[in-house]
């Protein structure tokens, strides 16, 4: 088992930041890529951006690209940068974790964190 626990969620006004953490732990001794998703009120949850064990492969949904930045402090951390942030940005973002080296786009994430509340006011 892999325990995710986010935080740095919060309220912000349009065009200001925030940044996202993940820690994992639990059986985290073998390779694993991680991954924001988020879901807004009424709304399937989607994927948001991922990146692999290595820290060197990334990937964006069209609606935050050039926006957010997904990164790996380290084994068991990744951090989401969310930059010039929009209302429509409003969700809870829920971190993920892919057993593998690389995040596969059409798989479904093996372990899923509680969920961390950001609101993007007008």
């Known amino acids: 088992q892999v325990q995710l626990v986010e935080s740095g969620g919060g309220l912000v006004q349009a065009g200001e930041s925030l940044r996202l953490s993940c820690a994992a732990s639990?059986?985290?001794?073998?390779?694993?890529?991680m991954g924001w998703f988020r879901q807004a009120p009424g709304k399937e949850r989607e994927f948001v951006a991922a990146v692999s064990w290595s820290g060197g492969t990334t990937h964006y949904a069209d609606s935050v690209k050039g926006r957010f930045t997904i990164s790996r402090d380290n084994a068991k951390t990744t951090v989401l940068q969310m930059n010039s942030l929009k209302p429509e940005d409003t969700a809870v973002y829920y971190c993920a974790v892919q057993m593998g080296r690389l995040w596969a786009r059409n798989a479904v994430p093996n372990y899923w964190g509680q969920g961390t509340q950001v609101t993007v006011s007008s």
């Open positions: 639990g059986r985290t001794f073998n390779s694993y890529a």
